[in-house]
């Protein structure tokens, strides 16, 4: 079957931009998961 994951995504990274996202953690946040779509940058 296929499962929709699109509600449980916040938003996409380039693998650079990795690094940054637990300072975006700090205060609060809805709760959802950042996934790294781009591994070349």
Same mark, same amino acid.
């Given at each position: 079957?296929?499962?929709?994951l $699109?509600?449980?995504?916040?938003? #996409?990274?380039?693998?650079?931009? *990795?690094? *940054? #996202?637990?300072? $975006?953690?700090?205060?609060? $946040?809805?709760?959802?998961?950042?996934v790294i $779509?781009?591994?070349?940058?």
């Open positions: 079957g296929y499962v929709d $699109t509600p449980m995504l916040d938003r #996409e990274v380039s693998l650079s931009g *990795a690094s *940054a #996202e637990p300072r $975006t953690m700090k205060g609060a $946040t809805p709760p959802a998961t950042t $779509t781009d591994f070349s940058r």
